[in-house]
């Protein structure tokens, strides 16, 4: 009889400290306010906000040619660089820079178009110069009001504000180029473009 009454004694003494257990952690989540007459509480208010996603579509690589055959030493050399937002806002298209990188059978040395006399550039210096620049073309429909009509060439490029694009709106820059025209053979050239996008 003893046994039994002590089993029970220990199974009332578990429950008592289980109940007193919930009890407490339930009461140290709440805050009890008390007071004789008015009592007040003030109760912080704590929001979570995600970062919204900038995400614009853009061309993995973006190839050029140049004809000297044509005798044209200034033109567009890229008909389209499209650029899609798909934010759900508004962004800002920022060139940071545009600059000759290795990688190519040759490696240009970007110049301004002034700098040279393009039309009569021997062999050595045709290899050697480009006046790489990057614009809006005229008559574009999709960029916001307000957008960047400048050329800017990669020789002083650095971060321009081409401009802006809603929601799905698509975006178009060209590539233009002074050279020369007495190329000895076919060559290739690498230049390196970075794009910056960002919430306006």
Same mark, same amino acid.
């Given at each position: ?14 429950? =008592?400290?289980?109940? =007193? ?17 008015? =009592?007040? =509480? ?16 853009? +061309? ?7 004809? +000297? ?9 890229? +008909? ?30 970007d110049v301004l178009p002034s ?86």
């Open positions: 009889m003893k046994l039994k009454l002590r089993k029970v004694f220990m199974m009332i003494v578990v429950v =008592a400290l289980i109940v =007193a257990a919930t009890t407490a952690t339930a009461l140290a989540d709440d805050t009890i306010t008390t007071g004789e007459g008015d =009592a007040s =509480a003030t109760v912080p208010v704590e929001g979570t906000i995600s970062a919204l996603t900038v995400s614009v579509t853009h +061309p993995a690589t973006i190839a050029y040619s140049i004809d +000297p055959n044509t005798g044209d030493t200034y033109g567009i050399i890229d +008909p389209e660089i499209t650029l899609v937002n798909n934010t759900l806002v508004p962004v800002r298209v920022t060139v940071e820079s545009m600059f000759a990188t290795p990688g190519g059978t040759l490696q240009f040395a700098d040279r006399d393009w039309a009569n550039l021997n062999v050595a210096d045709s290899k050697e110069f480009i006046a790489l620049g990057l614009k809006i073309p005229p008559n574009v429909m999709e960029w916001n009001v307000g957008y960047n009509e400048g050329t800017y060439y990669a020789a002083d490029m650095t971060m321009v504000e081409f401009g802006t694009l809603n929601y799905g709106c698509m975006g178009v820059l060209t590539l233009v180029a002074n050279h020369g025209l007495a190329f000895d053979q076919a060559y290739t050239s690498m230049h390196s473009l970075f794009f910056m996008f960002d919430l306006v």
